[in-house]
């Protein structure tokens, strides 16, 4: 038995910051100390704690270290576990305004946990974790007393869309499945978190690979499929290892494979991975990869539920949106509305990046305010310096602005003024930031990662790239910029998927907001030309 | 003469796995080093799918490559969250440097440089990876301290 828990967060940006040689350094340390056999140190998720180097905490006392080095690992062990004193000097202490939960991080402004509930709190390579933490509970519940049907009319009765980026009704999408009669149907879980900025998918993934389990087992009951893949970015190596462990405890647990809960039901996955293509996180396009060929979107419709991969019905669902299912099933439709909009349920999860004194994943319900997310959550911008713009969702998102800090940030709010949630990264932007680089910055973006599929998207990225060009090179004049703004709408109206119909947004947003700093470049040549 | 028994025992791995094109490309990309077209005859060969449409997913995912790369892989971000919090100069430097422009390598075989998708790192912004390590909370100063390990490190070994 162990009297004490040592969590280190292993997720991808504490690793980033050296935390596999302090946990190295945690069990050489307490084998010297003849303390390993009473102490036990746990990897777990992200802690909710960013950008704040390396973070662990001490289990039962819930005391929080940020920052800690290897060279502190000696301190830390005999201060805090031999003589039961706190070295103050690494201590996380609550940030202004934090709520304290038990055995949870200290949290600042309105976070509530749902999707998010386990990260940090259990070791994701241990099934047991979960299932102590009502894990499969769900899955138990929907085989042994409810239809299919049943599971479809809960899940739409929370109201719960796509957390993707398109926010499609996801019981909807789960009835064109169901009504298919075909024998085959696969259950895809899209994790090629690709949008920069984005990286929720990763650390539930990383923090919480059951609940996604579980999740697309629910999803294969409910529409009557049997197979699961999950669609990993090869880049999220550790997403990938730790799922395929979940996978095999799971198995060995009989919580996947055939006849589940003793019921007619069988379900059983496999992890796929990505090589490398931001497209793949199109719908079509991932199972065109899957099918081991060059991730191109098809043309639509048939949609996926009716024809999907290897030209079955298939229901590709996003890696945040499967974790909110097990939960929806266990504690109902009406708990579930109970957070978040009338019209925009449940919780989103952000990511907040940038030029944001406190970046990192939070996860709040829908219809807060981008002040309450910049300046209560994320501590407000370094260096005193001013808020110039938020994009929302990804490089294909939205622009905000001052005016906007006050808008509830949901999928109706936003999408009255011509933005949206989409991935629910926010990229926050101080006020000495060139605007024009920037857009600049999104459209090489776009250049690069467009298929070459549809000529609209191909050249029309390239030609936007050439048109910023001659405005930074100061050759550039207002038709350019005008040039600028009419390709933009073209390619808006006509490319053929989604990547190139989303690209022109945030080119839009930046000139519609800020047209003068086009203008300014363009002005300047036409005088020095004169 | 290349040696390809590898390649087939990489395709009769999967065998049991439908459509593993990508999958089998990652393994023998893995064993040799990178797709030469040697290597993807023989993938063509094994698996009964045309040459032509193997060398186009080949060349479409950025994780395949059909040329030969430095021991160390430098991938940097350069996305809108690593931009604004100083991307550039810590790319410019480390260009400096190695004395690269992208998509190159040294010409000693060491250091290849290119970009990187967004690696979801965002909250430690400017970040770069290099092979499997990846790096965080760059400045110019630190990514050439890092590169100059490398650099001991791989003439070291050499």
Redesign the interface.
Known sequence: MHRTHILIAMD??T???GARSVKEALQRELALAALADEVRVVETGSLGI??KGVVLVIFPDAVYYTGVQVQDVSEIISEHLIKGRVVERLQYTDVPGAEKVAGQAPRAGKQVRVVLKNAGIIDPDNIEEYIAHDGYEALGKALTAMKPQDVIAEVKQSGLQGRGGAFFPTALKWEFAARETSKEKYIICNAD???????KD?LILEGDPHAIIEGMTLTGYAVGADKGFIYIR????MSINRMQKAIEQARAHGLLGKNLFGSNFSFDLEI???????ICGEETALIE???????EPRDKPPFPPTEGL?GKPTIVNNVETLANIPQIILKGAAWYKSLGTEKSPGTKVF?????INN???IEVPMGITLREIVYEIGQGIPGGKGFQLA?MGG?TGGILTAEHLDLPMSVECLREIGAGLGSG?L?V??DT?NVV??VM??V??FN??S?GKCTLCREGTGRLLELLEKLTDGKGTVQDVALIEELAKIMMKGAFCGLGQAAPVPILGCLKYFRAEFEKLAKTAGSAAA | MQDLKKVDEIVKNYSMT??????I??DVQKEYGFLSETLLTRVAKMTN?PLS?IY??AT?????TTEAKGKYIVRCC????C???GSKAVLDKIKEYLGLEMNETTPDGLFTLE???????????P?MMIN?E????LTPEKAVSILKDYKMKGLANA
């Not at chain 1, 978190?193 to 990286?199: N, V």
């Not at chain 1, 796929?272 to 931001?278: P, V």
């Not at chain 1, 990511?351 to 030029?355: A, C, K, L, R, S």
């Open positions: 991808a940006h690793i980033a910051q960013y950008n978190e690709g949008e920069p900025g984005t990286f990763r090869g880049e999220y190596r796929r991975e990505g090589a490398g293509a931001y990869s899957i099918e081991g060929k060059r991730g290897w990511t907040m990046v940038g030029n970046p990192g994943l994009q490089t990264a990229l932007v101080d930031q680089d920037l910055n999104f090489e973006f690069h990662e298929c | 439908k459509t593993p094109l990508i999958y490309l990652k799918i449409e186009g997913v479409f995912y950025s994780l395949f350069n996305n809108a969250p931009h604004v919090k970009f990187t998708s967004c690696l979801g790192l965002c909250a430690v912004a970040v499997d990846v790096y965080g909370n």
